[in-house]
């Protein structure tokens, strides 16, 4: 079981930035994907970006490329979603996630199937 705490979300105006952090409890944070997920009110549960578990590998939804960057401290247990030229759409609950990853294979992107979830952090743009 892996325990997954969100922090560092808040309210800035748009074009500023904000770092969200996922710090993991568990002694096999470096064997597990990691994914960013948000939920906007009256929207479906959307992919935002995701790492492989040696940090090799980065993917972002085509709604935040060029402006969130995500990454990950394996000594640290921890995961970072730093977040540039917010947006007022960016408004949303943002999840961290993580999936077991015997390999560098598999989907990201699908939160289905990703296995612990964070509680969740409020991130609002105002315009």
């Known amino acids: 079981q892996v325990q997954l705490v969100e922090s560092g979300g808040g309210l800035v105006q748009a074009g500023g930035s904000l770092r969200l952090s996922c710090v993991a409890s568990?002694?096999?944070?470096?064997?597990?994907?990691m994914g960013w997920f948000r939920q906007a009110p009256g929207k479906e549960r959307e992919f935002v970006a995701a790492?492989?578990?040696?940090?090799?590998?980065?993917y972002y939804a085509d709604s935040v490329k060029g402006r969130f960057t995500i990454s990950r401290d394996n000594a640290k247990n921890t995961v970072y979603l730093q977040m540039n030229s917010l947006k007022p759409e960016d408004t949303a609950v943002y999840y961290c996630?993580?999936?077991?990853?015997?390999?560098?294979?598999?989907?990201?992107?699908?939160?289905?199937?990703?296995?612990?979830w964070g509680q969740g952090t409020q991130v609002t743009v105002a315009s």
């Open positions: 568990g002694r096999t944070f470096s064997s597990y994907d």
């Open positions: 996630a993580a999936k077991i990853a015997p390999r560098d294979l598999g989907s990201v992107v699908a939160d289905f199937l990703y296995n612990y």
């Open positions: 790492i492989r578990r040696s940090g090799g590998s980065t």
